[in-house]
């Protein structure tokens, strides 16, 4: 049996308090509910409870604040944080509050029901500097709310605190180096250099020099003594981006750094000691370069301590608004003129696959803000500048185009100004078209449920309830022409 306890559940979100209660209750926890800070601090008098679920946006105040105090007047108390403004700074200041949990809404309640669990069974752990000073949360390099974002931000919140080694995957152009980014600016270690180096950039035969420095006359032009990137990162962060290009014999003296904390500069004898973060990345396999006798599995579990997997923009189409939105805003902070997208443009935007990932949306919003001429860009000026197997300019407006003509058909012959229409008969109708809509909108986007609703303008639940209902199968809707 898990272990119970005592819970506060604090959301002005009446439904939400309901739905959570509830689910806490039938694993034997034993809940409250509040609504506010001021009835939070009255029940934590109390009612005394053992894990303290709160939401951050309360009606008189933000959920976060007093959330240091709570565990510092009771280190016992597990804190569960939930919010729907899911960023990056949200996660951060909730770790940073000493929050055991934070949890991006909405939210599984398998996940809930398991976080407190694990919080009942783990005990508060000591936190540094509650709220330190200076931290930089404005003008975070990341953006998204996905749920795959999500699960990024709380993995960086966590790492912040400790100098583990990082590996960041994912395809090119997801983001990797402004993981890397955040997680120096925001961690321990911000107020020492960051340093960047590539080596898919570099030359095989200058990448230990680049790396480790080298001695005057090591090699013909070296004429003085030149610091590596080691050196110039100490007592900060190094970033090893596409780590995957590195030569194996780059690899075997990159571990023997990694094993001593000592780099030794080509040409030279004398070690120096080093104290930097390492943060690595890959837009390739590592796996199957180990299997290819290409990359040392030593040197695989050195960096691959905590993983990041970033997910490709066609993962996160949700995220892909958002994105456009903040490109946009950037450029008009940069003294650009300031556009706005139309909303067959989101539509557009959505259904696109995206293959160059946020790198090629960036570009695009760039190329727009600078270009052109309409300050409201519509679906028609993004089809100029996308590849030209690009969505179909008809099949953006094709569904609303169906929807005006259903409910035109629906006043004329369902007895409109004759009194209550027909029910039965208007359902019948739908029931006729509303199945031809879906399988030829996902037909036409090969059986991609996020794209054909993004073209329908629902939701994605809503569009497999719909395909359930109709008993379609996605798989089978694919373009035979």
């Not at 890959?282 to 960096?303: A, C, G, V």
């Not at 996308?386 to 969505?391: C, S």
């Not at 169906?402 to 004329?412: F, M, S």
């Amino acid at each position: 049996m898990p272990t119970t306890g005592t819970v506060l559940v604090v959301d002005d979100d009446p439904a939400i308090c309901v739905v959570v209660g509830e689910a806490l209750r039938r694993q034997g926890h034993k809940v409250k509910t509040a609504a506010s800070i001021r009835e939070r601090t009255a029940l934590m008098d109390s009612f005394a409870p053992d894990i303290l679920i709160t939401d951050v946006m309360l009606p008189d105040g933000d959920g976060l604040d007093g959330v240091a105090d709570i565990i510092a007047a009771r280190p016992d108390v597990n804190v569960i944080i939930m919010s729907a403004q899911n960023t990056l700074n949200t996660a951060i200041r909730a770790t940073e509050r000493g929050a055991f949990e934070y949890l991006p809404k909405p939210f599984d309640l398998n996940e809930l029901t398991r976080a407190v669990a694990d919080a009942l069974s783990t005990r508060q752990s000591e936190q540094g500097d509650v709220d330190e000073p200076g931290l930089p949360h404005d003008g975070l390099p990341l953006v998204g709310r996905s749920p795959a974002m999500q699960e990024v931000y709380r993995t960086i919140a966590r790492v912040l605190s400790n100098d583990l080694s990082i590996l960041v995957l994912g395809e090119s152009g997801t983001g990797k180096e402004l993981v890397a980014e955040a997680i120096h600016s925001l961690g321990q270690r911000r107020t020492k250099p960051f340093v960047a180096i590539n080596m898919a950039a570099i030359p095989r035969e200058l990448i230990e020099a680049e790396l480790f420095g080298y001695e005057k006359g090591a090699f013909t032009g070296a004429h003085a003594r030149t610091a590596g990137k080691f050196e110039q990162a100490q007592g900060g962060t190094l970033f090893l981006d596409e780590i995957g290009d590195m030569p194996m014999e780059a690899q075997t003296r990159l571990l023997r750094v990694l094993q001593s904390g000592e780099v030794t500069t080509v040409g030279g004898s004398k070690p120096v000691r080093v104290n930097v973060r390492i943060i690595a990345a890959t837009n390739k396999h590592l796996s199957q370069l180990i299997e290819d006798n290409r990359f040392r599995q030593d040197l695989y579990y050195r960096l691959n301590v905590v993983p990041i997997a970033l997910p490709a923009l066609r993962e996160r189409r949700e995220d892909v608004v958002l994105l456009a939105r903040h490109f946009l805003e950037r450029a008009a902070l940069d003294g650009l003129p300031r556009k706005t997208l139309a909303d067959d443009a989101n539509q557009l935007l959505m259904a696109w696959h995206w293959p160059g990932n946020v790198r090629e949306l960036q570009n695009m919003m760039q190329r727009l803000a600078v270009l052109s001429r309409d300050n409201v860009i519509t679906a028609d000026i993004l089809r100029h500048m996308l590849p030209i197997d690009a969505i179909p300019a008809d099949h953006a407006v094709r569904s609303d185009q169906l929807a005006h003509a259903v409910r035109d058909w629906t006043k004329r012959h369902l007895g409109v100004g004759l009194g209550q229409p027909n029910r039965q008969l208007h359902d019948d109708l739908l029931a006729m078209i509303e199945p031809i809509l879906l399988q030829e909108v996902l037909a036409s986007v090969d059986g991609n449920q996020i794209r054909a609703a993004a073209l329908l303008g629902i939701n994605r639940n809503t569009l497999r309830k719909k395909l359930t209902d109709y008993g379609l199968d996605p798989l089978q809707l694919r373009l035979t022409d």
